[in-house]
Nanobody
Framework: QVQLVESGGGLVQAGGSLGLSCAAS????????LGWFRQAPGKQRVFVAA????????YYADSVKGRFTISRDNAKNTVYLQMNSLKPEDTAVYYC??????????????????WGQGTQVTVSS
């Protein structure tokens, strides 16, 4: 089992940058594929990005491709999401998820076995 805790959310102006972190407990961090998801008010939670166990393969939603970067440090049990060129439509609660399955399957949020509590990101216009 793994516990996930997100941090780094906040308020930023459009065009700005923000970095999120998700720290995990447990000694088997490297055995999980990891992903970031977001949920805007009144909308469903959707996929943002995912990364394979060794960090060698990444996947992105079309809406964030070229602007967001997912990475992980297995030595620090942490996954990151660097968000650049932020837009007001990026405003949402961001969640990290961990999966015992393949990273590519995390495009479907049902693939996540564990979730963090979320962190709010607000982008002002």
């Amino acid at each position: 089992q793994v516990q996930l805790v997100e941090s780094g959310g906040g308020l930023v102006q459009a065009g700005g940058s923000l970095g999120l972190s998700c720290a995990a407990s447990g000694r088997t961090f490297s055995s999980y594929a990891l992903g970031w998801f977001r949920q805007a008010p009144g909308k469903q939670r959707v996929f943002v990005a995912a990364i394979s166990r060794n960090g060698g393969i990444t996947y992105y939603a079309d809406s964030v491709k070229g602007r967001f970067t997912i990475s992980r440090d297995n030595a620090k049990n942490t996954v990151y999401l660097q968000m650049n060129s932020l837009k007001p439509e990026d405003t949402a609660v961001y969640y990290c998820g961990a999966s015992t399955g393949a990273a590519q399957n995390m495009r479907d949020m049902r693939a996540a076995d564990y979730w963090g509590q979320g962190t709010q990101v607000t982008v002002s216009s």
